[in-house]
């Protein structure tokens, strides 16, 4: 049976069902759910991410990771995490940066929380001397310093969606038409979640609630809060969500995300402003949200490109400069993809950030 198929048998059997059922089951079915089947990374997949793009990703943000275990006094054993790791290429080029830095690496034990089977084995290839270790779920995190990066996970998690009406709220909802799928709306209620959207919302806008991503947050907050380290979640997104930004690509285009259940890759953009709420409430710090070119900037990319452009010279040079460009300039990734860093409360945010 095609996940189309078994998508219209559920609904026929249930009713309609709301965007982060559907995102569940086309993300991560267990035999044909979008990660589960494939690796969907690169020039040849569907999207491509900023450590796919450049070494230079993965070696600033290990760096900036590593400063911060320094300035916590280097302790002796602490976990090294990654949150939905892709193809691994974040990791290795993390490890690769941070083998310079004295005692780093021995201290460390690599930890990758992954649900997709696939993507596990080029990670265990890519990444096989430093023998990680996979876990199903930030839950099971261990107790102990955590230094954890996210790139482009949160916006992979199910959100749902509600349209105001009056002071209620209505879901989007995905149910049947003769034998395709159909946007609907569900009966107008309220929302408890939303209370405070009643506030900065009118009638007939769209908000986003992403609830997989609160007790991932909190979780990863509360080790770094008690036992030290440092998060830094990459992402698209901004401080509110308002509007629809539920997408879909297949090979680097938009498509319509009901078109083809389980073949493209499904995201929506990341309001930062619940995880970061849900950080504090944990007892954690963040930073203020910067944008990804800032960042970058800020720990010495440029310096790092003129390094790498030093050996090289017609199409590679052309390559590596447009690499840093597509990572930074504000019109491409620069200004769309922000970071949040998390922090202990005496300690200041990894570089590259402000309090
Ligand atoms: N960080 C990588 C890959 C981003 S794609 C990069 O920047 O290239 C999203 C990743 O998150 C994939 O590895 C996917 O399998 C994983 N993922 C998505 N939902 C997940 C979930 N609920 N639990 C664990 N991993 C998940």
């Known amino acids: 049976m095609s996940l189309k198929d078994h998508l219209l048998a559920r609904i026929a059997q249930d009713g309609p069902m709301s965007v982060a059922d559907y995102m ?14 494939r690796d969907p990374l690169g020039a ?20 900036s990771l590593a400063q911060s275990w320094l300035d916590q006094g280097h302790p002796d054993h602490f976990v090294l995490a990654e949150l939905g790791p892709g193809r691994g290429t974040l990791m290795a080029d993390m490890l690769r940066a941070t083998a310079r830095v004295p005692g780093f690496l021995d201290a460390a034990e690599v930890v990758l929380v992954e649900a997709s089977p696939a993507l596990r084995d080029i990670q265990a290839q890519t990444l096989k001397e430093f023998k990680p270790r996979w876990i199903d779920s930030a839950a099971d995190l261990p107790e102990a310093p955590l230094f954890l990066v996210a790139n482009e996970f949160f916006d992979a998690l199910p959100i749902r969606q509600f349209l105001r009406d009056g002071n209620g709220w209505r879901e989007r909802l995905i149910g049947l038409e003769g034998d ?13 979640a939303l209370k405070d959207r009643l506030d900065d919302t009118r009638d007939g806008e769209l908000v986003e609630l992403c609830a997989a991503a609160i007790p991932i947050i909190t979780v990863v907050a509360g080790r770094i809060g008690t036992h030290g380290g440092a ?3 990459v992402d698209y ?11 879909a690509l297949q090979t680097h285009e938009r498509t319509d995300p009901l078109a083809l259940p389980g ?4 995201t929506a953009h990341v309001d930062f402003e619940p995880l970061a709420l849900a950080t504090r409430a944990a007892g954690c710090a963040h930073s203020r949200l910067t944008p990804q070119g800032v960042f970058l900037e800020r720990l010495g990319i440029a310096t790092r490109a003129q390094a790498l452009a030093a050996p090289l010279g ?36 990894p570089p590259g950030l402000e309090p």
């Open 237 to 247: 997104g901004d401080w509110h969500s308002l509007g629809d930004t539920f997408q």
């Open 180 to 192: 395709a799928l159909a946007w609907g709306l569900g009966p107008q209620g309220e929302q408890v």
């Open 314 to 349: 017609g199409s590679e040079l052309e390559a590596l400069v447009a690499a840093h460009r597509r990572l930074t300039h504000p019109e491409e990734m620069g200004n769309l993809f922000k970071v949040l860093g998390l922090y202990p409360t005496p300690s200041s945010p």
């Open 231 to 233: 998060g830094l979640i």
């Open 44 to 63: 040849q997949g569907d999207f491509i991410t900023a450590p796919e793009i450049s070494q230079m990703f993965g070696e600033l943000i290990g760096l």
């Open 24 to 37: 569940a089951e086309c993300l991560l079915h267990p035999t044909h759910g979008y990660y589960t089947t």
């Open 263 to 266: 073949q493209a890759d499904l």
